[in-house]
């Protein structure tokens, strides 16, 4: 069983940035897309970006254009870099495959945007 930790939150001033990590336990299976998902207080969780074995990539339209979704298969880790950080983007961060999360999920990393 595929154990994910995620890893790289933490408080940050609006307009800043951080990069997330997701490294599995286990062998992330290459042919999986991969998917950053958050969750804020009071919400439900939501997909913010996924990235196929081949590299292309969607995300949200809240995200587009200021997050930066990776993978390095060789490390079993997949990247969430993001810049432009608004206090919306306050919320626990996960990662799982992509859409339909298969795998049970980790901890999460805490992302807190405020001056």
């Known amino acids: 069983q595929v154990q994910l930790v995620e890893s790289g939150g933490g408080l940050v001033q609006p307009g800043g940035s951080l990069r997330l990590s997701c490294a599995a336990s286990?062998?992330?299976?290459?042919?999986?897309?991969m998917g950053w998902y958050r969750q804020a207080p009071g919400k439900q969780r939501e997909l913010v970006a996924g990235?196929?074995?081949?590299?292309?990539?969607h995300y949200a339209d809240s995200v587009k254009g200021r997050f930066t979704i990776s993978r390095d298969n060789a490390k079993n880790t997949v990247y969430l870099h993001m810049n432009v950080l608004k206090p919306e983007d306050t919320a626990d961060y996960y990662c799982?495959?992509?859409?339909?999360?298969?795998?049970?999920w980790g901890q999460g990393t805490q992302v807190t945007v405020s001056s």
């Open positions: 286990g062998s992330i299976s290459s042919i999986y897309a």
């Open positions: 990235i196929t074995s081949g590299g292309s990539t």
């Open positions: 799982n495959t992509d859409r339909i999360p298969l795998y049970k």
